[in-house]
């Protein structure tokens, strides 16, 4: 069926239909319509079938995308959803949530080329979503129980994607969980414009039914002690993501909002919870003035979540310009659309509180390249004020102390061997966030599948050093 690809000579790149600003600005619903099969197939068909599948090679999951779009384009959805599935625990979250555009769209050869990429987020969660409707995602029904066991700190992406893959092969698995439902940022972080939580509560209920144990509302190191836990089970996974906000560093930072208590309130509104901060105005953007700073993805999800509950005005300030933020270009482009300003080469300098509450800012320029090799930030003498009367900082996150469950970087993440995810703890792996410092949430799936396989291989090890 090869006559049915490398089309993008003749067929154009589409989306699948975007709601318009105004309606989707009034709301929480995703902002894109769900693809047809025919759209999907015809999309899927321009994949050029490259001999060295870049889109592949910068997917973190090293997801099969040729053969899945090319099964696709030839009608063969099943075995493309299946295909999908076998590299990607969380495939219609990734085709919502990953940054294409950084990472498989990016690397697209018919991107570099000048046709535009494959929409293969699109086409992914179309997938996905098919396969849902049509019960092809079945329940998780290991071949053999096996009598070890493991706890997984952590109901995150990471510690989901390794949930599922000790289960597959037949360990009793628990996962502990400060939060009251399971899914941590993918629940409680990310708004349910880029990510409906129905989504993630059809992952956690399948994982459920598979006979994984979740144990909710329970912080580990107060509820249960760390050794208490490490003691119960065979082998244990820290996945606990990282959640301190970076500090703002500014005179008055205290009246300063941090980026994750603003989207917790907003998702827990969503989910029909009673959130004081919320219904007091402090955690609540109607009608309020909003500042937020960062550039990254975080930062991206507050101003959008502001115009959405009807904030006055919404102004995005960051240190860099555009082509040097952190955050998905798709996303400014949707915040642009919604209304939000961005204010770019901006840093603040002090918040002032009062009756004419602002933000105190300094005009920045691009000097020479840091060790990453992007432009480094320099002062100018231009200084200027940004009304506003709720500032969100959405600088990153860093990693809550550690250091009693294993040894830890400078940084405050955990040590873990980078091909095993062995800590210097018999038995206790790490994986994700608290390993690698705030990242994607496929870098996070990855790793949670990755760390399952080393933790089975360790296991297997044992019992065979036990049998000799």
């Known amino acids: 069926m090869a006559e049915r690809m490398q089309k993008f000579v003749s067929v154009g790149q589409k989306w699948p239909d975007k709601r318009p600003p105004e309606e989707r600005a009034a709301d929480f619903h995703e902002i894109h319509r769900e693809f047809i099969a025919q759209k999907a197939a015809d ?45 990607n625990s969380m495939p219609e979250i990734c085709g919502r949530i990953c940054p294409q555009d950084r990472l498989c769209e990016g690397a697209c050869v018919i991107e570099q080329s000048g046709h535009g990429s ?29 009598s070890e066991t493991i706890g997984i700190i952590g109901a995150g992406p990471a510690g989901l994607a390794a949930a599922e893959r000790m289960r597959q092969r037949g360990y009793q698995v628990t996962v502990y969980d400060r939060h009251d439902r399971v899914g941590g940022l993918l629940i409680y972080g990310i708004p ?3 990510l409906e939580k129905d989504v993630v509560e059809r992952r956690t209920q399948r994982l459920i039914d598979g006979g994984v144990k979740f144990v909710l509302n329970c912080n580990v190191g107060q509820d249960i002690s760390f050794d208490d836990l490490r003691a119960k089970h065979d082998a244990v996974l820290i996945a606990t993501g990282v959640y301190k906000a970076k500090p703002l560093n500014a ?28 219904t007091s105005g402090k955690l609540n953007a109607k009608g309020r003035r909003v500042v937020v700073i960062g550039g990254g993805d975080t930062a991206m999800d507050c101003v959008r979540t502001a115009r959405r509950q009807g904030a006055e005005s ?17 996303e400014v482009s949707h915040a642009e659309e919604e209304g939000v300003d961005f204010d770019w080469l901006a840093a603040p300098k002090s918040v002032r509180g009062g009756k004419t509450p602002a933000v105190k800012a300094v005009r920045m320029r691009l000097g020479a ?12 003498s231009e200084n200027y004020e940004v009304p506003g009367d709720l500032i969100i900082a959405a600088l990153g996150f860093d990693a809550e102390d550690v250091s009693a469950w294993a040894e830890t970087t400078r940084w405050g993440t955990l040590k873990a061997d980078p091909f095993t995810y062995a800590t210097n703890q018999a038995g206790v792996y790490a994986a994700g966030d608290i390993v690698r410092g705030a990242s ?6 990855r790793e949670g599948r990755d760390a399952a396989d080393a933790m089975h291989a360790w296991i297997q090890a044992q019992a065979k050093v036990a049998a000799e």
């Open 440 to 445: 994607l949430v496929v870098w996070a799936i």
């Open 118 to 146: 494959v929409t293969i987020g699109a086409v992914e969660k179309y997938l996905t979503e098919t396969a849902w409707k049509q019960g092809w995602v079945e329940p998780i029904r290991p071949r053999a129980e096996r």
């Open 314 to 330: 919404v102004t995005c300030l960051y240190r860099r310009d555009r082509a040097n933020m952190p955050g998905s270009q798709r």
């Open 251 to 278: 005179p008055n930072e205290r009246g300063v909002v941090p980026a994750l208590d603003f989207l917790i309130a907003a998702n827990r509104v969503g989910l029909g919870d009673d959130v004081p901060e919320f």
């Open 43 to 87: 999309q899927a068909a321009r994949c050029a079938q490259c001999g060295v599948p870049f889109c592949q090679t910068h997917c973190p999951l090293q997801n099969n995308i040729p053969d899945w779009l090319k099964l696709t384009a030839e009608g063969r959805l099943e075995d493309a959803y299946r295909l999908s599935a076998s590299t």
């Open 369 to 380: 390249p840091d060790a990453s090799g992007r432009q480094s930030p320099e002062e100018t």
């Open 192 to 194: 349910n414009f880029k």
